[in-house]
């Protein structure tokens, strides 16, 4: 079950529901494969409402890691996402939102 205040989310991902969670050492990861160079580098990356299907799978894939889930972006890019494109767009959204808060 995932703990909200510790930034967690629950996701059905590949058939079955998982933690995510943006871990410090998910962040770097995050980090080091967007080429954001820093927190504030990644906030100006999605800032602007534009978020790629690469940039899903990195999220989500540092999410699904630092939750404990042993997956590989590759392996996440050929599993099933509950609702799709829309519905990973979503996770992403609340993965982001349980990390940094609501942005306003």
Do not use: W, Y
């Amino acid at each position: 079950m995932p703990n909200i205040h510790r930034g967690e989310i629950a996701a059905e991902i590949g058939g079955e529901t998982r933690v995510l969670c943006l871990t410090l050492g998910a962040l770097a990861e995050l980090e080091a494969r967007l080429g954001a160079g820093d927190l504030a580098g990644l906030a100006q990356r999605f800032a602007g409402g534009k978020i790629s299907a690469r940039d899903l799978t990195a999220i989500i894939g540092a999410g699904l890691r630092g939750g404990g889930n042993t997956i590989s972006d590759d392996d996440l890019a050929q599993m099933s996402v509950e609702g799709g494109l829309r519905g990973a767009a979503e996770i992403a959204v609340r993965l982001l939102q349980a990390t940094f808060g609501e942005v306003a």
